[in-house]
């Protein structure tokens, strides 16, 4: 079986620590790397060295493989790497490294970087000398350029074992999930929220999630696919739960007893409340939330003063600093930013001549005035599910009409995945991202039946339940065939 090596570089802030926090981490992400390459292919070797970890991987899911190595948290650099064993003698390595190397550097200038490790009559920098000279002397390659080559041959000696490295990745950094403990992430589904919850699954916090449900089951839908999302790209190798908490009964309350001006902050000191009451439950020390300076009224500095006062616990918050470009950027990077620009924004809607510089003696009377048994229930009735659970949980549990097998051909399908292949059906059928759909939706001859279709069937059933909710559109279902 033809199979590829991948040579993963470990972060270097990981390398710096103390032998035994160091092997702990080297673990932990070898471990993360077992759960996670396992899940692809039975024949994937995994092996551990103090300042690396290697892949072994069959051809067939070698794209596979990279693409989970380069979402993993704790990886620095991802080499992909030709391996030849044996290699006894310089004059043995120069000849294989220029055979390897021929078409790539031909009319081009190159430069030889090569790294030994073990016992050998020659040390890198000879290495390097007498591999570019043979290279040049039996290639057409244009020359040897040491500062700027169009071509850099990347080899690795490890005692008789030559690595000809082929491609070089930026890994996603960061320490390996499972050494930095738990946090619970405030999670609305937005832009903030969501990066926020990225950034501490990149730094090794196993990220769970907790949701205020503002919106009825459409929003609850689609915080549910954006968790599973992040979840499955950047931190599969530990199951995390998503907390829905019931919020509609704590908006009434809010209205009933808070001032206008006052009633975002209200809003977010009782979801703080709220959080630290079933993080303690779950034996959790810290949440993290998306708020950043000044972006809106509720998080000026005196209001996140305010707002934090509510709580004990530690809060995290990765984006206070950063504007919205940043965080969009990032978004966009990391996939998320399609989900954000479709998820309702509920906080907003309660802030009406919202207090941009409030008063601590002023919240203390306006919080006493709050009936807490109201939020006490709330979290009572919170439900709790593990996020791999959440495919699952949204086919059971929405009212959505799901139809599987299409016997009635005046049904108009809507491809929403975003593609340029369309489903190929005896129906009618329409390719419309679901980015665009709510818009684009309105369009349609209202008095068709359409079926949604994604490749899972989730993200149809959100939108098909948000254009029923939001929209009063009966003519919608579920296409999963």
Not at 138 to 153: F, R
Request: proline share 3%.
């Amino acid at each position: 079986m033809k199979t590829q090596k991948f040579i993963v570089k470990l972060f270097p802030e990981i390398m710096v620590k103390g032998s035994s926090a160091k092997r702990q981490m080297v673990g932990q992400l070898y471990n993360n790397l077992l759960k996670l390459l396992g899940d692809i292919h039975q024949d994937i070797t995994v092996r551990k060295f103090s300042d690396k970890i290697e892949v072994l991987t069959p051809i067939e899911v070698v794209d596979k493989v990279r693409v989970r190595l380069l979402n993993t948290s704790g990886i620095e650099l991802v080499l992909e790497a030709l391996q030849f064993d044996n290699m006894m003698t310089l004059d043995e390595i120069k000849v294989k490294v220029c055979e390897i190397s021929l078409a790539e550097i031909e009319g081009k200038t190159f430069v030889v970087r090569a790294k030994r490790t073990g016992t050998h009559p020659f040390n890198s920098s000879e290495m390097e000398r007498v591999i570019g000279g043979y290279t040049l002397a039996h290639s057409n390659a244009k020359g040897v350029d040491l500062h700027h080559p169009e071509i850099t041959v990347r080899i690795e000696l490890i005692n008789n074992q030559l690595n000809i490295i082929s491609d070089k990745h930026k890994g996603l950094g960061g320490y390996p999930i499972g050494t930095q403990g738990d946090i619970l992430s405030l999670m609305s589904g937005g832009f903030d929220s969501t990066v926020a919850s990225y950034l501490t699954m990149k730094r090794g916090l196993k990220t769970h999630f907790i949701f205020f449900n503002l919106g009825g089951i459409a929003h609850e839908i689609g915080v549910k696919q954006v968790s599973y999302y992040l979840w499955n790209k950047f931190g599969a190798s530990h199951r995390v739960k998503i907390i829905s908490v019931p919020f509609d009964d704590v908006l009434t309350e809010i209205f009933r007893s808070t001032p206008e001006t006052y009633m975002g902050v209200t809003l977010k000191r009782l979801m703080l409340m709220a959080s630290e009451k079933v993080a303690k439950e779950m034996g959790i020390d810290a949440l993290v939330t998306g708020e950043s300076i000044a972006q809106v009224s509720s998080q000026t500095l005196r209001n996140l003063a305010l707002i934090d006062q509510a709580s004990n616990m530690l809060i995290i918050r990765p984006l206070a600093t950063m504007n919205k470009p940043e965080i969009i950027d990032i978004s966009t990077q990391i996939g998320t930013r399609r989900f954000a620009e479709n998820m309702p924004e509920y906080c907003g809607v309660i802030s009406k001549n919202p207090i941009t510089h409030g008063s601590f003696k002023r919240m203390e009377r306006e919080a006493k005035r709050f009936d807490y048994s109201v939020l006490d229930k709330a979290v009572e009735d919170a439900k709790s599910i593990y996020v791999d659970e959440v495919i699952d949980d949204v086919t059971n549990n929405a009212p959505i009409e799901v139809i599987d097998k299409i016997e009635n051909s005046s049904y108009v399908i809507i491809d929403i995945r975003g593609g340029e292949e369309t489903l190929e059906s005896s129906c009618e059928t329409l390719n419309i991202p679901f980015y665009k759909l709510k818009t684009e939706f309105k369009k349609l001859p209202q008095e068709r039946e359409y079926l949604l279709y994604c490749e899972k069937g989730v993200m149809s059933q959100l939108h098909a339940q948000y254009l029923r909710d939001s929209e009063n559109r009966e003519n919608v279902k579920v296409y999963r065939p």
